[in-house]
């Protein structure tokens, strides 16, 4: 028997004959190859629909799952960091507020206790220095950042007490010195009597003088010598217009023989006031002003006080 293969391209058929030796080899290897490559394709079928069948769709959905627990989880982190983050911003604004508040105590006191301003400036940071250190720190994490904000935060509101403390003591020695009676109630004039024991002007006879006497111009300025209310204004037999002003602390003080009282009674008065101008009215020889200073009801030596200011 004779076989003959065609093929496409036209060339010269192949003509096989069964009595040939050769012929049954050939068909034999030829059949072996073709059932060889089907029984491979039938092997990637059957295997790819094994997997298919072994598929739990159970474990699909553990699968989804775990996907999307995951997707939560990542922004349940996100929420938390951002969390921490509004938190550290918070902390922040807290700090700068407290800075704030210290830096303005600061200047307060550098004004009120006349430092110098280049020594103690606190609209600057301070200088600092220092070589680098060779030691190889590790890097600082969340709960270290935490920490020291919070003992940062203690510190700053810890001096700021202080220095509102500190304030609150320079103020009330500030308004202490200015309700002390000191330096001299005239602006021109020079002293013409001291306080003591003197000859009486007008009998001659040894008198105690309870002041000391400002001689001046008629009309000059009659000034406070220290803050305080106005107890007296008017006239009083011996004194002829005079002014009293409390300064607290038991102080007080006295202004007499004024042409004319220019506050009235329950007047506040500042130092260096001006509260009445110089006259002669009352008992007196000629326009002055006598000044008495009174501690706890009784008349001390107004020199003392004068003194103070030099």
Known sequence: MNVILFNKSGKKPLNLNSSHPGFYISMLAFFLLLSTALMSVGYWIGGVVQINKSIDPMIVQEWKKTVESQKLALAESKKNTQAHVDALSRRLGELQA????????????????????????????????????????????????????????????????????LESMMLYGELQEKALPTGRPI??????????????????????????DFAGKMGADV????????????????????VEIDHGNGYATRYAHNSENL??????????????????????TGPHVHFEVV??????????HLAATR
Do not use: C
């Open 98 to 165: 407290h800075v704030y508040r210290v830096d303005a105590l600061g200047s307060r006191l550098t004004e009120m206790a006349k430092l110098d301003k280049g020594e103690f400036n606190f609209t600057q940071a301070p200088a600092l220095g220092g070589p680098e250190s060779s030691m190889d720190l590790p890097p600082a994490n969340s709960t270290d950042v935490i920490a020291a904000l919070d003992e940062l935060t203690r510190q700053l509101q810890d001096r700021e007490q202080q220095l509102s403390i």
């Open 187 to 212: 602006k021109k004039g020079w002293m013409s009597s001291f306080y003591g024991m003197r000859n009486d002007p007008f009998s001659g006879k040894r008198d105690f003088h309870k002041g000391v």
């Open 223 to 242: 000034i406070s010598v220290a803050t305080g209310v106005v107890t007296w204004s008017g006239k009083r037999y011996g004194y002829g217009n005079m």
């Open 263 to 284: 506050v009235k009674l329950g007047d506040k008065i500042k130092k260096g006031q001006l509260i009445a101008k110089m006259g002669s009215s009352g008992r007196s």
């Open 295 to 304: 501690k706890n009801g009784r008349v001390v030596d107004p020199l003392k």
